[in-house]
């Protein structure tokens, strides 16, 4: 009898802690970057603690805003809401880093310097059984580097613009 693939599936809102292959889920989903939008998954907490995460992963630097002000945050979330699968990954992932930093600092990760927001994360990281590090990681990085007011600033830098459909 052939491998039973649906023995890895597990309740959708929180994983029973087995890795999904994430990048196949986004593949699955379109989100427009750039676009104003609210938080569709997470509470104000999370978000707060998100919108702090990806910021940072890519901080402010010269005329280059943080991942956190041009909307990766919010991205991160519309991309969840579309692929139900990964809501318990983010969930879980922001509420561990959260519980790091209480252990660690203190305090909530939002409130963290950014040097303990660096440390927490690098603890994250290293023992992320999950892949939630990753996934945001990548779906930040997305979120940025084609969002217009970043493109703007890199064409002001670099003389090139890369166009985005």
Known sequence: ??????????EVT???RTRIDYRQEIGRAHIPIGIERGFAVLDPDRAEALRAWV???????G??????????AEYVDATVF????LRGVLLDGIDT?????????????????P????EILRSFEANDPLDAFPMVRD???????????????????????????
């Open 82 to 85: 579309l692929t139900p699968r």
């Open 55 to 61: 910021s940072a992963l890519i901080p402010a630097r």
């Open 97 to 113: 880093i959260d519980q790091l930093a209480q252990k660690l600092m203190g305090h909530r990760f939002a409130e963290a310097t």
């Open 115 to 118: 040097s303990e927001q660096t």
């Open 63 to 72: 005329a280059r805003p943080a991942a956190g002000e041009v909307g990766a």
């Open 139 to 165: 779906l930040t990085y997305e979120a940025y580097y084609a969002h217009p007011r970043v493109l703007d600033v890199l064409e002001r830098d670099t003389g090139w613009r890369y166009q985005v459909a």
């Open 1 to 10: 009898m052939a491998y039973d693939w649906r023995k890895e599936e597990y």
């Open 14 to 16: 929180r994983p029973g």
